[in-house]
Nanobody, 116 residues
Framework: EVQLVESGGGSVQPGGSLRLSCATS????????MRWVRQAPGKELERVAA????????WYPDSVKGRFTMSRDNAKATVYLQLNSLKTEDTAMYYC?????????RGQGTQVTVSS
């Protein structure tokens, strides 16, 4: 059974930081590209980071570039998303998913709320 379990979300003030984790099992993680996506209320799903199977290639949209960093630990079958300099518009449910662009399984999500 494929499982992706996100954690690390919470409530922070603008300018704050959080580190999200996604522990996985049930599929060949070490050969799988991964990504983080988010969805705010009333908005479409947005891809915010992606990483290839080895961790040598990452992608970010302009909206988070320089603030978010995705990484992975293949020994732990876990991906991470470091969120720095958070803005109110980063408020959303964050999900990790298998695959670099789209498709694949997705976890249940972890809520990130940025407010003063």
């Amino acid at each position: 059974e494929v499982q992706l379990v996100e954690s690390g979300g919470g409530s922070v003030q603008p300018g704050g930081s959080l580190r999200l984790s996604c522990a996985t099992s049930g599929f060949p993680f070490t050969t799988s590209d991964m990504r983080w996506v988010r969805q705010a209320p009333g908005k479409e799903l947005e891809r915010v980071a992606a990483i290839n199977w080895s961790g040598s290639i990452t992608w970010y949209p302009d909206s988070v570039k320089g603030r978010f960093t995705m990484s992975r630990d293949n020994a732990k079958a876990t991906v991470y998303l470091q969120l720095n300099s958070l803005k109110t518009e980063d408020t959303a449910m964050y999900y990790c998913a298998r695959g670099y662009v789209d498709g694949g399984e997705r976890g249940q999500g972890t809520q990130v709320t940025v407010s003063s």
